[in-house]
């Protein structure tokens, strides 16, 4: 499945509590977002790969500092993402990847191989309880707690051959992993010095490859900032309750 080429975008400053609201049902589409969360990552790595930046307006949110318009008026969980379309307001990321692909234009994020399409639903599955396996290995032993997961991706890598991603070609599966492996690695390795790449070669080559593809690298942000979040999240330094929601275990 071939991405459509990369588009320079220029992206909107996020909106803080002195904004004004954008209108709301207006027939517009928008996803509300923060460049920062990885739930609200993987819904703009979709609709970037599916080329929709001209069908779907991004609504950036500081998350230290969101208006009240938006848990008041647009979506009462205050989470990221949510998109409004068609008069409602859809939030959880992995639904909303779904939905994305299903009502809208370009490429599909699924291949249509049935062998595939079943092993990419098993990943589908696993994921939550991957992302908590090592959010959970944070407030413990770090590295000895998570090696299993990452584990889990060396192993699920080597099941087909025609390609360097879950499904051998790039897909949704991708899209809904690599928002947290980024992030994970860079607070393992700066916080428990602890690298993930290390005896796991197809887990390495997937990491390099992702950094080659456009939908990817459109997306990418600075790893200081959720380093330094999820060392304020975790432990290492104080955390205040303004910075904790950003979608599901956060």
């Known amino acids: 499945m071939a991405a459509p080429p990369a588009a320079v975008e220029n992206l909107p400053p996020p909106l803080s509590s002195g904004a004004e609201q954008p209108p709301l049902f207006d027939g517009t589409t928008r996803l509300y977002t923060s460049y920062a969360c990885p739930f609200a990552h993987r819904i703009w790595m979709t609709r970037n790969y599916k080329g929709l930046q001209d069908k779907i307006k991004l609504v950036p949110l500081n998350l230290q500092d969101r208006p009240a318009?938006?848990?008041?008026?647009?979506?009462p969980m205050n989470k990221v993402p949510a998109l409004e379309h068609n008069g409602k307001i859809i939030g959880e990321s992995l639904d909303l990847m779904k939905y994305v692909d299903s009502n809208f234009e370009g490429p599909s994020l699924f291949p249509d191989d049935p062998e595939k399409r079943k092993f990419g639903e098993e990943l589908w599955s696993y994921v939550d309880e991957f992302v908590q396996l090592v959010f959970t290995s944070f407030k413990g032993e770090g590295r000895k707690e998570c090696a299993s997961a990452f584990d889990h991706l060396e192993n699920a890598l080597g099941k087909f051959e025609d390609g360097p991603f879950f499904l051998g070609q790039f897909s949704g599966v991708d899209i809904a992993?690599?928002?947290?492996?980024?992030?994970?690695?860079?607070?393992?390795?700066?916080?428990?010095?602890?690298?993930?790449?290390?005896?796991?070669?197809?887990?390495?080559?997937?990491?390099?490859?992702?950094?080659?593809?456009?939908?990817?690298?459109?997306?990418?942000?600075?790893?200081?900032?959720?380093?330094?979040?999820?060392?304020?999240?975790?432990?290492?330094?104080?955390?205040?309750?303004?910075?904790?929601?950003?979608?599901?275990?956060?």
């Open 69 to 75: 318009w938006y848990k008041e008026k647009v979506y």
């Open 177 to 250: 992993y690599i928002p947290f492996v980024e992030r994970f690695q860079s607070y393992l390795s700066e916080v428990w010095k602890y690298d993930i790449t290390v005896s796991r070669p197809k887990l390495a080559a997937w990491i390099e490859e992702m950094n080659e593809i456009d939908t990817y690298k459109q997306t990418k942000t600075d790893p200081k900032e959720f380093v330094e979040y999820f060392k304020m999240r975790f432990g290492v330094m104080p955390l205040t309750q303004t910075q904790t929601r950003c979608h599901d275990p956060f």
